[in-house]
């Protein structure tokens, strides 16, 4: 643990969410475009961070969806749709990083690079 | 995101871990014994940092379980056993902070620390 963290620092009532509440949370764009849900997080190991919230995107009935890792922060939370918001363009969203259900990458510098760059934030 | 972080510490190359892999994974004490399994994650939201990793405890058949919230940085994972490992003796863990499924208390700051303290690590 990081004992030089100031405790004011550390996140605290209720800004702790569940990830049971997390998952499953649709997302929509700055334009109200529903996007996908968020599905499952990619924590570091060793800083318990959550690095990507990876968001399920097209599909149907469970078939042929894609996993798009979107960096925790250009995640914002939209409590009127009740919702995720990031604000990107749905077609510029099909070209972003994204992998299929069991080919996950190795989340490697270059590629951790490669979505972030995609998102517009520095790594 | 926190800009001055030095990138070189960012957690990659394989520092990654899917939320569902650890879901689900099994939790032991040093003596080898199987304690629970972790259920799900409470996660600063603005920080995006897993604050705990609550793991599900006793039960039969899916009823009369708990949750307890273990601080990240006590879980050490165990390739041996395939799990992570907590330096708590069986007796002791069933006195931690634990509550019911359906009763999730308001992680104040007062509950943080009385989880630390049982853990014996600073808050």
Redesign the interface.
Known sequence: ?N?AQN?T????????????K??GTKVYNTAREHLGSI??????????????A?MSFGGFLGMGESYHPL???VLS?DTDQNGYVVDIDKDRLKGAPHYGVNE?P????AY?RSVYDYYG???
Chains 1, 2 share one sequence.
């Open positions: 643990m004992t405790a620092e550390r996140d605290e009532t209720g800004n702790l969410i569940s990830s049971s997390v998952e599905h499952h997080f990619m924590v570091g190991k060793r800083s318990g961070k959550v690095e990507y990876v960096p925790w922060d939370y996950e190795a989340y490697d510098r951790g934030i520095s790594y």
